[in-house]
């Protein structure tokens, strides 16, 4: 994809991702260091929850979910850091062999008025399963240069 700056990023502006398919090894690994709970780590221990198999923590959804938008190549080279996520929103679980990928919208751009040559771009990240349904999505707020500017 072409890389973009702050002014190539209107509201409106859309990408989408190539999909990632989570393998139960990695849903397994991602748990057992960050977040080990037993529908995440075990699939007898996940048979017996609401869950009825083992699913994938959200916060590993939403890692892939940013890992792939930074794959995607439309900010890496213009981004100057992120101050924060909003409406952090899980909707369904993912599961070993869910292939997921992000469809991403420009929401709010807004040029610094003190600083010319950066602004704050919001993005919308939403995390579909290939079958369409939406599994995730959160806000997320970055700062980024503006194309011809030198960032002091």
Request: hydrophobic residues 40%; negative net charge; aromatic residues 10%.
């Amino acid at each position: 994809m072409t890389q973009r700056y702050f002014e190539d990023l209107p509201v409106g502006f859309t990408f989408r991702t190539e999909a990632v398919e989570l393998t139960r090894d990695a849903i397994v690994k991602f748990a057992s260091e960050w977040d080990p709970q037993p529908f995440h780590l075990d699939d007898a221990a996940a048979a017996e929850t609401h869950f009825g198999t083992l699913i994938a923590s959200g916060w590993h959804t939403l890692l892939i979910a940013f890992n792939l938008s930074m794959q995607a190549g439309v900010w890496d080279e213009a981004s100057m850091g992120a101050s924060g996520m909003d409406e952090v929103r899980w909707f369904k679980p993912t599961r070993p062999g869910d292939k997921i990928h992000v469809r991403a919208e420009v929401v709010s751009a807004e040029r610094s008025k003190t600083r010319p040559d950066r602004g704050r771009v919001a993005f919308r990240i939403d995390v579909h399963r290939e079958d369409g349904e939406k599994v995730a999505s959160y806000i997320g707020n970055h700062l980024m240069k503006a194309r011809g500017t030198s960032v002091a």
